[in-house]
């Protein structure tokens, strides 16, 4: 970006052009280079933080309208540092891409290096083996050719072998005729490669499923039909790059539900399980059946359904002034704890001569503890409902959408009984009350199930599982090969004297070193090892 | 066995190791005063220019005494392990049904510290570890104790969400990583210790003593990256791949930047960070070992703290009990 704009002034080339390209390269390097890549890994994790503290819209979009109310002085500032959506922000963003180029531009570097160093020899022997920090010598009897033999077949075993020179004699004088170079663990670099090439992997598995994928919710009531398009979800959260084609044709039924309650014990209450069965027809193909059950997904096409929530629905027929059915039907109901005391509103427009509007609790199993309404069980087994009744306009001929969870009493008057107290409608299973005024009469007929699914398509997941195989195969290459270079150097010298010759008058001086490329090995056990190794097979002649 | 039985064995055994591991804390910094004396070798050229005979003797007895203690501890810490163990059987079996034993925390802390016992008996030999022994038991103690006084909770079936056997791969390998980053953690602050005493006073000072047993610097920062090296290839496969193959399968979303999924991926990064820290000039060493123990801050953060200062987290061991039921208390 730099040098062409030097270009476009028409300077003539030399200082001006040099010095840009001179920084372009430089800040090249920079990005580039080890501590930079360390130092964004620092920053991301740094920058991961607020996302855990402040409520996320993407996690749970609930907890961020609630926050925003607690704290209206603070939310304008978060929202303008998008601190409701850290992981989708720019800033967390521009974090990550930088590493990503900081990885690009190191990983395709060392993928060159690494290529042209799996087609070279194994470096010469150094002249002075003893400068090394890991060496080690010894004198033997043993003719200098004998001992390099050795050394080759030891060392073949592991390593790679400089192939002798003699005739391409580039090494320099010193030449390969009295040493062997070994060297191992090549693999190392290839998994470390593996490795950060598979974060990429990732990443764009991750993004795909970002873009194109989506996640829909929708509670449906038992016995209900649900038939795969945009309008039948509750909510719909696609990816930028969804388009609504992408939808595969099915529909399912939830015929039934089930719950197996744990009855006694200390998890008394809970459940062990819950089915729901399901019948499901894909395009026009046969009806088949599905226990959709937590952590086993139906699996339809590109699409995975999934059980995730229960509740209960109360079937509650209005009858109006007139005598009229103003409504009757389940109205989902909305848990408010685990003992399942469920909250919703039952909404009657139709009704006349005013409209009606309950809004109230279910108890499953409903009991008195100390003159307060709870609920002794989450399963329906003496289901209750005690509801607050309005009347007047619920508001629902403005046209505006109305959540079905909610009931506007802007315009509506809570109906009271002849003292004056809100009139509360008890209602067991079966029951009819009158309500007052001639209004009309509400009916408890019965409670049915209803479960709570999660429709989702998560596209470039196999990538992303596919890439984090990679990567950690790469790791484990990376962390446990140890690679090494090992040099063994046998040379006569003339016997001066050193009792100990045998014959002839001269010795053999034998010189290990190496060099531990990782810098993490036990370099000097493996001399030890390979010293005795050679003079193992020195004793079995 | 009935499962009250097995509850009831289950609290035993944790009480028992907790009793165990304080009996071996104590002959552990028995050992330690006893290595606060000159160490053997000194003494022995003490002895050469001194009279002989009696004092060398009772200077050799004070470094046997010393190495039987430390035999002794080791002793203690593998009976402790034991009732740790039974402890945490006990836990699995008293469930109905009969589960794996980390539905909570409570268990889980119980777990992840008998691995973190497990790795140190495992290795002591092989890495002769026995200086790190009064730094485990501690930990390894104090841990249980606040799982017990303030964690703990009575045995229930697992949540619907936890009943996969993803989540019995997932959580043994974190609770395997957790407890291999303790180590090499621990590893890490001698380091930084013996390294800050070592530069306050030069010279061979540092042979002296407790620090006098501990590996030198070089070899210490080895152990830490080794112990690391292993830990972070686990806590890889069971951030990055177990748990978000069960997420996926439990709540539709493989990562949804949950609370937890958030520091897990903290902890890896900063762990990665470590890694990188030590093929760094300039990170080499001090500024490494800073990191790891940073990365180490994370995942004990994450496994307890999370839990109480965000509820938003998904991680259903982090909900509590599940119901106030008035009738039934
Ligand atoms: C997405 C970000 C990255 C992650 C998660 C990551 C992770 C890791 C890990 C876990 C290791 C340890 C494996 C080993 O010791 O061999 C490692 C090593 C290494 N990384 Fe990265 N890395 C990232 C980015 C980078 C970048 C941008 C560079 C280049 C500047 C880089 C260069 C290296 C090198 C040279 C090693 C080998 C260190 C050694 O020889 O021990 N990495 N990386």
């Given amino acids: 970006m730099v040098a062409p704009e030097g270009q476009r002034e028409g300077r003539p080339v030399a200082r001006g052009e040099l010095t840009a390209r001179e920084l372009l390269r430089w800040t090249w390097r920079q990005v580039t280079s080890m501590r930079t890549a360390l130092v964004l890994l620092l920053l991301l994790a740094l920058a991961a933080i607020p996302g855990s503290v402040v409520p996320q819209s993407g996690v749970d979009a609930l907890a961020v309208t609630r926050w925003k109310e607690e704290h209206p002085d603070l939310t304008p500032i978060y ?103 070994a060297e191992r663990g090549y693999l190392r670099e290839a998994g470390n490669l593996l490795f950060h090439l598979s974060v990429l992997v990732v990443l764009a598995g ?32 696609p990816g930028g790059l969804f388009t609504p084609e992408q939808l595969d044709e099915f529909d399912f039924t939830v015929e039934d539900f089930e719950v197996e309650w744990l009855e006694e014990g200390s998890g008394a209450g809970t459940a062990r399980g819950f089915v729901a069965g399901l019948s499901y027809r894909e395009g026009d193909g046969p009806e088949r ?69 309950l809004e109230g609790l279910l108890y499953p199993t409903f009991d008195l503890y100390q003159g307060d309404p709870v609920s002794v069980f989450p399963d329906a087994r003496n289901p209750l409902v005690s509801l607050l009744v309005y009347s ?39 029951e009819t ?71 002839g008058g001269t010795t053999t001086v034998v010189e290990v070193a190496g060099l531990d490329r990782s810098g993490n090995g036990d370099l000097a056990e493996v001399l030890t090892d390979l010293v005795a190794a050679l003079h193992d097979e020195k004793e079995r002649p | 066995m009935t499962d009250a039985a097995w509850e009831t064995l289950s609290n035993q055994g944790v009480a028992v190791a907790g009793l165990v591991y304080f009996a071996a804390l104590l002959v552990h910094l028995a050992e330690w005063a006893t ?42 810490t593998c009976i402790a392990a034991g009732a740790h163990l039974v402890g945490l059987v006990g836990r699995g079996m008293a469930a109905d049904p009969n589960r794996v034993p980390w539905g909570n925390m409570y268990e889980f802390t119980v777990a992840g510290t008998f691995v973190v016992t497990l790795m140190y008996l495992g290795l002591h030999r092989r890495f002769r570890l026995g200086w790190m022994a009064p730094l485990v038991v501690t930990f390894v103690l104090t841990t249980l104790m606040v799982a017990v006084i303030w964690l703990h909770e009575p045995v229930q079936p697992l949540r619907e969400a936890l009943n996969s056997y993803w989540l019995v791969i997932h959580v043994v390998s974190a609770v395997i990583a957790t407890g291999a980053f303790t180590l090499g953690g621990i590893a890490s602050i001698v380091y930084l210790v013996k390294m800050r005493k070592g530069s306050e006073a030069t010279g061979s000072t540092t042979t002296e003593g407790w620090l006098g047993r501990v590996p030198s610097l070089d070899a210490l920062d080895k152990l830490a990256y080794r112990v690391h090296a292993f830990a972070f290839p686990v806590w890889t496969f069971a951030v990055l791949i177990t748990g978000p193959i069960w997420a996926h399968e439990a709540w539709s979303r493989y990562w949804n930047w949950d609370p937890k999924e958030v520091w897990a991926f903290i902890t890896w990064v900063v762990y990665a960070g470590y890694l990188h820290a030590r093929a760094t000039a300039g990170w080499k060493g001090r500024n490494a070992a800073i990191l790891a123990l940073v990365g180490l801050a994370t995942l004990w953060f994450n496994f307890i703290g999370v839990n109480y200062f965000s509820s938003s987290s998904q991680h259903s061991y982090a909900l509590e009990a599940p119901v106030e039921r008035p009738a039934g208390s």
């Fill in chain 1, 392 to 430: 007047g306009d619920l508001g629902l001929d403005s046209g505006e959408a109305q959540s079905i969870y909610v009931l506007d009493k802007e315009d509506a008057t809570l109906v009271t009984d002849e003292d004056g107290k809100p009139f509360r409608l008890d209602l067991s299973v079966g």
């Fill in chain 2, 35 to 76: 290595l606060r004396q000159p160490a053997p070798r000194e003494a022995a050229l003490v002895g050469a220019e001194a009279p002989p005979a009696s004092t060398s003797n009772a200077r050799r007895t004070a470094a046997e005494r010393a190495a039987f203690l430390g035999r002794l501890g080791f002793l203690l």
């Fill in chain 1, 433 to 503: 009350i009158e309500l007052p005024d001639g209004l009309g009469s509400v009916t408890f007929e019965r409670v049915e199930p209803w479960v709570r699914v999660q429709i989702s398509q998560s596209p470039g997941k196999e990538v992303a599982l596919a890439g984090v195989v990679l990567a950690l195969i790469g790791l484990c290459g990376s962390l446990f090969i140890r690679p090494r270079r090992v040099w063994v150097r046998a040379r006569a010298v003339a016997g001066d004297g050193a009792g100990d010759t045998m014959a």
């Fill in chain 1, 79 to 181: 929202e303008k540092l998008d601190l409701f959506s850290v992981y989708d922000s720019i800033w967390f963003s521009a974090i990550y891409l930088l590493l990503v180029l900081s990885l690009v531009g190191c990983i395709i570097p060392r993928c060159l290096v690494y290529a042209r160093a799996l087609r070279a020899q194994p470096p010469a022997a150094p002249r002075n083996l003893s400068r090394l920090p890991e060496h080690t010598s010894y004198e033997t009897s043993l003719p200098a050719d004998e001992v390099l033999a050795r050394a080759r077949k030891v060392l073949g075993r592991r390593y790679r072998l400089r192939v002798s020179t003699g005739s391409t004699g580039s090494t320099g004088s010193t030449g390969e005729s009295d040493a062997v170079s």
């Fill in chain 1, 289 to 357: 059946s599905y226990d959709l059950k937590v952590n086993h997904p139906l699996s339809i096409g590109g699409t995975d359904v999934f059980l995730i929530g229960h509740g209960y629905a109360p079937v509650i027929t209005i009858r109006d002034g007139e005598g009229n059915i103003a409504w009757t039907g389940p109205t989902v109901f909305l848990p408010q704890d685990s003992s399942f005391v469920s909250f919703g509103v039952v909404k009657a427009p139709p009704a006349e001569p005013e409209q009606i509007g």
């Fill in chain 1, 206 to 237: 991750f993004a795909i499923g970002g873009l194109f994928g989506y996640q829909g919710g929708v509670i449906l009531v038992q016995g209900s039909t649900f038939g795969n398009n945009l309008t039948q979800y509750d909510d719909f959260d």
